[in-house]
């Protein structure tokens, strides 16, 4: 069974106290969560520098890699290279890379399947948008993303982690409801039982998750952790949204 799973997301920020007082306020974190930091790049370094020396169980991130094995790509970063680098979780195919970056399901099935040969753990995140929703097409084009994904990839990993962020909650202030969080990821299992059943599953949600919402969400037994962007950014914030998950220590996933 795996833990629950808290994950950071700084995007192309960096916390306005920094680093090192980011990382001194969390030394002590709840037990039974794992927590996973995602830095900028250049910044993975001088990150594990402070976990190291302050001993916090926070684990590396990073927010992308290539879906290239190696050779003449500028600009890219290659799974086999943030595995060397002491990176643990990789996250793909994040809607801000979709919409802004042009990724699209295949690509991010390559990805996957690089992330996942190199002995990375990704964070494979779908999500629709709000034109989407309001015309009730969610659950197919979830089905979509998984699947196309999928294709790409040559097995479905002993663990999958799927983070379910609705682009329309995300940076808006405008969460799913705990309800509605819950409906989609026991649609999301559906799908990807109907691809492997050997697969365990472990659902976060993302989207505007805050220290005020964080515990009526991991209430819901179908959400096994949080992707945290805006939040993530102050220890203060970050860490009580942890403390808010200690609840889902109870509520682990089912097999998908
Ligand atoms: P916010 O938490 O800022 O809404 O961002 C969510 C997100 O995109 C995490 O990947």
């Not at 220890?235 to 609840?247: D, L, V, W």
């Given at each position: 069974m795996t833990s629950p799973l808290l994950v950071a997301n700084w995007k192309m920020n960096l916390p306005p106290e920094g680093i090192a007082e980011f990382v001194a306020a969390l030394t002590r974190l709840p037990e039974g969560?794992?927590?996973?930091?995602?830095?900028?790049?250049?910044?993975?370094?001088?990150?594990?520098?402070?976990?190291?020396?302050?001993?916090?169980?926070?684990?590396?991130?990073?927010?992308?890699?290539?879906?290239?094995?190696?050779?003449?790509?500028?600009?890219?970063?290659?799974?086999?290279?943030?595995?060397?680098?002491?990176?643990?979780?990789?996250?793909?195919?994040?809607s801000e890379r979709r919409a802004l970056f042009g990724e699209d399901n295949r690509l991010v099935g390559r990805k996957l399947r690089q992330a996942i040969g190199e002995g990375l753990i990704p964070i494979f995140c779908i999500g629709e948008d709000e034109e989407t929703r309001e015309a009730g097409r969610t659950a197919a084009l979830l089905e979509r993303q998984i699947v196309e994904a999928a294709e790409e990839m040559e097995n479905l990993p002993d663990v999958l982690i799927i983070a379910y962020e609705p682009v329309w909650a995300i940076g808006t202030g405008k969460n799913a409801s705990p309800e509605m969080a819950a409906e989609t990821h026991a649609g999301i299992r559906r799908i990807v039982g109907g691809i492997s059943h050997e697969t365990e599953l472990v659902i976060l949600y993302g989207g505007s998750v805050t220290p005020d919402n964080a515990a009526s969400?991991?209430?819901?037994?179908?959400?096994?952790?949080?992707?945290?962007?805006?939040?993530?950014?102050?220890?203060?914030?970050?860490?009580?949204?942890?403390?808010?998950?200690?609840?889902?220590?109870?509520?682990?996933?089912?097999e998908g």
């Open positions: 969560i794992e927590v996973a930091v995602a830095p900028p790049f250049p910044f993975l370094g001088t990150f594990a520098e402070e976990i190291e020396g302050r001993g916090a169980r926070i684990e590396r991130a990073a927010q992308n890699c290539s879906d290239r094995e190696s050779g003449a790509f500028t600009g890219e970063v290659s799974a086999a290279m943030l595995r060397q680098a002491g990176v643990s979780h990789v996250i793909l195919g994040h969400l991991a209430a819901q037994e179908e959400i096994n952790g949080f992707l945290v962007g805006g939040a993530s950014l102050s220890s203060e914030k970050f860490g009580a949204i942890a403390r808010a998950m200690r609840q889902m220590e109870e509520n682990q996933p089912a």
